[in-house]
């Protein structure tokens, strides 16, 4: 295990019958049980401002997830300042950029991790245009496919301060969970960021409040 992975903290996976974890582990149950009539297979995972938690919080919803026993997928979208490959360890030389300018498809870019049930296609080289990526009928054919293939998808994107393509992404999932830092986000970003969520197709099926040393979530 790398120490970038210690420091960034899996959680779900490393301390789980810590307090923290047993809250993912809770908010996998929310979701599931808010959705459980609809085949929500595709979740993004979003955040107002950035330095929130978001791709933590995606990354232990993920393992929670494949604890359970589930097939799941982790698709970076972060095309500006991606961490999962930092998080589980995995090359980025190729990935999701790589795929969405043509040259590949899922099963090329789908690796495995140390944690059962769970692969991660990681954001691939800074490609000059994400938001043209991220909005294209390559970026639909990608989540056909994770969905076909893969019992839930866990979507980590951008910070909606930072550009639009965490709005993109959302857009194009089933539904979105929003991570909200104590003491650092504004109540005014929390607002604007589910006011724009849910003014286009969003569903907003949760939001993990995230501060040092403990989680909540809400429904």
Not at 165 to 174: E, G, P, R
Request: charged content about 25%.
């Amino acid at each position: 295990m790398s120490r970038w992975m210690r420091k960034r903290g899996l959680i779900a996976a490393q301390n789980p019958k810590s307090a923290a974890a047993d809250t993912y582990r809770r908010l996998k149950t929310g979701i599931e049980w808010s959705v459980r009539d609809e085949g929500m297979k595709t979740i993004a995972v979003a955040s107002a401002e950035p330095g929130e938690g978001k791709s933590t919080t995606s990354s232990n919803i993920a393992v929670a997830y494949a604890k359970a026993g589930r097939r799941v997928l982790l698709l970076d979208t972060d095309l500006r300042s991606p961490v999962q490959h930092q998080i589980f360890d995995l090359p980025n030389d190729a990935g999701l950029s790589t795929a969405l300018a043509g040259r590949g498809e899922l099963d090329q870019f789908a690796r495995r991790t140390a944690y059962p049930n769970l692969q991660v296609v990681c954001a691939g080289p800074l490609p000059p245009n994400p938001s043209e990526l991220l909005d294209s009928e390559a970026m639909d054919a990608m989540l056909d496919a994770a969905k076909a293939r893969f019992d839930i998808v866990i979507v980590d994107t951008t910070s909606m301060a930072a550009a639009s393509d965490a709005m993109i992404v959302a857009d194009k999932c089933d539904g979105a969970v929003l991570v909200i830092r104590k003491g650092k986000t504004s109540m005014d970003a929390v607002l604007k960021a589910k006011e724009t969520l849910s003014s286009g197709r969003v569903r907003v099926v949760g939001a993990v409040f995230n501060r040092r040393g403990a989680l909540s979530v809400s429904r």
